[in-house]
């Protein structure tokens, strides 16, 4: 028998726990976390979630039940039955992480908010953000995301929003779902997880809205997009936007350029809107977001002479192409695209990547390409535009170093997989002259 305790907070990592934290051994295919028990309490775990009691230290206060990743969702289960805020749940094919910081820092000028970790919106992700939700907070936001049909209307139904916002549908994923309609599909699932009464938030612009609005059923729909906007004046630091949001007029600069960026804001707003938050303080708030790690980071380089844009965290074609308008933003002498390839995209692969081109033309002067999808988008750029081509980040580092000069901007983007942190972690380490 254990004998009892108490816990003040949730871990599934030791390298993050506090102490007085459950430690909940998850097996999940980054490891066994029940190997990692013994650290845990030696950092001040109050006690730990095990599905499996040999090898552990003695002494441990565990609970011992079937599965941890049941157990954590049971834990997430109950934490959302205690908690009486509102839970604004956030799901697309892009900008969810960037969507639910912007609506932390919204929320917050309101009231105490917890929102989900890094991109935790997955099995135990989501389930782990609700189980840290403090019952005293006024708004709790979670990521729910995919990468196979039938995952997020569970998700949704465990976070149990008042409001959903779905950010965008674009062809990423596309692999693993087939086409546009079946991604639409997969988000506007989210709804079925809705509480009665709820909002769901869905873009206005684009082939799939219709589709969209038709999932949401009985709830009520707010809609984001190029209609909202009634101002628009973007620089290559942010932009200046006045916006009709939910019937009123809003004005308020955002610190992350891109419009896409817009449309993210625009969307945490109307959100906003939905749970009565001080909209006007919100918005405000958006003056000081900045681009997430990875995610349009911007590095003076090249002893402050170039401009680095680090899009290394992840690729797909609504991404690329939104990174491409923001470099086109940065004044530079010339710009300089470096992207490795997109990559879960199936059949619409080599279509998809070829498409890049006509972004391109106009925001870069010189393409340096990797990887085999990209390869055909460098044959489909024009002889005067192509810098090099290599099959590996590894190998194209040195042609992007030895391309660099005073006055380039220069944008590094691809999948995750692609590993692009190589060229920008080569850049960085460029001193002038190099070549
Ligand atoms: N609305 C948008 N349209 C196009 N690109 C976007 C949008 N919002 C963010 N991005 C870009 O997409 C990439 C991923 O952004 P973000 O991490 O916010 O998305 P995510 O949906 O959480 O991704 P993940 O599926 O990896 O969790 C970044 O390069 C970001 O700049
Ligand atoms: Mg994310």
Redesign the pocket.
């Known amino acids: 028998m254990t004998r009892p305790f108490h816990a003040t907070g949730v871990s599934i990592d030791t390298r993050t726990l506090q102490t007085g934290d459950l430690f909940v051994a998850l097996a999940t295919e980054s490891g066994d976390g029940h190997a990692h028990v013994a650290a845990a309490m030696a950092k001040g775990a109050a006690g730990a979630l095990v599905h499996r009691q040999h090898d552990m230290p003695e002494d441990a206060p565990l609970i011992v039940v079937g599965d941890t990743l049941v157990g954590l969702t049971a834990l997430g289960a109950a934490a959302r039955e205690r908690f009486s805020g509102s839970v604004i749940a956030v799901t ?1 094919s ?5 969507t639910k910081e912007m609506l932390r820092a919204i929320l917050s000028a309101t009231g105490p908010t917890h929102a989900a970790v890094a ?1 935790y ?1 997955n099995q135990w992700g989501v389930p782990l953000t609700l189980a840290r939700t403090p019952p005293e907070a006024d708004f709790c936001v979670v ?1 729910i ?1 995919m990468n196979h049909a039938g995952e997020i209307a569970p998700l949704s139904r465990l976070a149990g929003p008042d409001v959903a916002v779905i ?2 549908v674009e062809p990423a994923h596309i692999g693993h779902l087939g086409s546009l309609e079946a991604i639409a599909d997969e988000k506007a699932s989210i709804a079925q997880g809705v509480l009665k009464g709820g909002t769901l938030v869905i873009p206005a612009d684009g082939p799939m809205a219709p589709r969209l609005r038709a999932a949401a059923r009985n709830l009520r729909v707010l809609t984001f997009g190029a209609e909202n906007l009634l101002l628009v004046l973007e620089d290559c630091d942010g932009t200046d936007v006045t916006a009709d949001i939910a019937g009123t007029q809003q004005a308020f600069r955002v610190g992350a350029p891109g419009r ?1 960026m817009v ?2 804001a625009v969307a945490a707003l109307t959100a906003a809107s939905a749970v009565g938050a001080d909209l006007q303080a919100g918005a405000q708030a958006l003056a000081g977001f900045a ?2 790690g990875g ?2 980071t911007r590095r003076a380089i090249l002893g402050g002479e170039a401009i680095l844009l680090d ?1 290394s ?2 690729a797909s074609s ?2 690329v192409r ?2 491409l308008a923001v470099l086109k933003l940065t004044p530079a002498r010339r710009r300089i695209a470096v992207l490795g390839d997109m990559l879960e995209l199936g059949a619409y692969s080599r279509a998809e990547h070829e498409r890049l081109a006509e972004a391109l033309r106009g925001s870069a002067d010189l393409l340096y390409c990797c990887g085999h999808f990209m390869k055909f988008l460098y044959d489909a750029t024009p002889a005067d535009h192509r810098g090099a081509y290599a099959p590996d980040s590894e190998a194209l580092g040195p042609h992007v170093a030895r391309a660099l000069r005073p006055g380039d901007a220069i944008l590094v983007k691809g999948s995750l997989g692609s590993r692009m942190r190589v060229i920008v972690d080569a850049l960085c380490n460029t001193s002038r002259g190099a070549g």
């Open positions: 697309g892009v900008g969810k992480t960037t991109s919106n990521e995301g950010t965008a896409h449309m993210n681009p997430l995610r349009g899009e965290y992840n609504a991404s939104a990174a």
